[in-house]
């Protein structure tokens, strides 16, 4: 469990702040296998696009953090075997593939930050602000963004490179969507910054 933290992590005077591009399950199981999404296909490309742009800024750093389940897995108690370790359903989409210099993280549970080793890769990287992308909005980024807020970091949430899962209601994905994402600034503080205003130099 991440420690809570009283204050939000301090910026150095005359220092970029150090910003963590956090990528969530853009893996192949979430986009056409076994809990494909539809919804997930226009975010590719913002998503594509804000991490390239992080990559060539030395204040950032681009991290994956992707389902990878094993048998017993609690999540699998409600939805069925996704995103299984080792298999090609886990593996990051090829339009997202991470390059030699991102962080690469593996989760079993909702939060990127559930026995993982992700806080210690952001620390080792100074990290003070974490732009959340990826899927699913009301499910491993809130859960994710809970974890992010108790721990001080600064947080901001692309609503046009996130979304929600659209085959779990019959209700609009739109409305889901606002919905999640009123959560989201309401009780966490997250920023809502949509992906081309998210990259480096675009934000304070």
Known sequence: MPQASATTRGQRAGVA??????????????MDGVLGNPAAKKIVDPIAQLAARARQDDAWIVVYASNAHQLGDVELRLFPPHSMAGTPGAAVIDELRPTPDDVIVTKRFYSAFTQTDIQAALDSHDVQRLVLVGQHT?????????????????????????????????????????????YLQTYYGAQLVDADGAGPHRMP
């Open 17 to 30: 702040m150090r910003t963590g591009l956090l990528v969530i399950d853009m893996v192949n199981d979430f």
């Open 138 to 182: 009301d499910c491993c980024i809130r859960h994710t963004s809970y974890d992010a807020f108790v721990l001080g970091y600064e947080l901001v949430v692309c609503p046009d490179a996130t979304t929600v899962f659209e085959p779990g209601s019959d209700e609009p994905v739109s409305i889901r969507q606002a919905r999640a994402l009123e």
